[in-house]
T-cell receptor
């Protein structure tokens, strides 16, 4: 079965530009999560969606926004990019409910120059 | 605020050894704990999920235990192989507050090297 699919896998942007990351969850998973992992850091929770509604919010900058669409895929939009935004961005998905395993994608590498 | 700590930060062992990775968390109000493996520059592969009501889970050469009351979990790897070399992360899903169940709090990870 296909896992969580993220695109693009690698992205290079200049400061102050905008980037959009896409995530396609595992089939029939209704919940999507976004995490950011800086170099040498552990993943930090950004935001999550359940049935196309934002369900929780973590340390997501105001310059970032995200949404989940009717086909359950999600997009993370990042504007006014800063050098510190360079990181590995993970999308994950699961069935709703605390007892379910969360599955992560391979991540999207964003480099801001 | 939940904090997760993993010890040791790095571990180097010869092939064939049994080893234990440790994870501790400060808030015992958790739904579950999940162990992940991460290869350099790659995604997170889920290894084991232990519900808060469970004491341990096993998958092949891996065994994870959970002592919720003391805020500790261990990942036991039997008969280690060079292919086990990776960073191992534990993450807890907290139940205190919030409306979603998805926020995982990760430890910093243990970098494991198994040499032939």
């Amino acid at each position: 079965a296909a896992g969580v699919i993220q695109s693009p896998r690698h992205l290079i942007k200049e400061k102050r530009e905008t980037a959009t990351l896409k995530c396609y969850p595992i089939s029939r998973h209704d919940t999507v999560y976004w995490y950011q992992q800086g170099p040498g850091q552990d993943p930090q929770f950004l935001i999550s969606f359940y049935e196309k509604m934002q369900s929780d919010k973590g340390s997501i900058p105001d310059r970032f926004s995200a949404q989940q669409f009717s086909d359950y895929h999600s997009e993370l939009n990042m504007s006014s990019l800063e050098l510190g935004d360079s990181a590995l961005y993970f999308c994950a998905s699961s069935h709703q409910g605390p007892g379910n395993t969360i599955y992560f994608g391979e991540g999207s590498w964003l480099t801001v120059v | 605020k939940q904090e997760v700590t993993q010890i040791p930060a790095a571990l180097s062992v010869p092939e064939g050894e049994n080893l234990v990775l440790n994870c501790s968390f400060t808030d015992s109000a958790i739904y579950n704990l999940q162990w992940f493996r991460q290869d350099p520059g790659k995604g997170l592969t889920s290894l084991l999920l232990i519900q808060s009501s469970q004491r341990e889970q096993t998958s092949g050469r891996l065994n994870a235990s959970l002592d919720k009351s003391s805020g500790r979990s261990t990942l036991y790897i039997a008969a280690s192989q060079p292919g086990d070399s990776a960073t191992y992360l534990c993450a807890v899903r907290s139940s205190a507050g919030g409306t979603s169940y998805g926020k995982l709090t990760f430890g910093q990870g243990t970098i494991l090297t198994v040499h032939p």
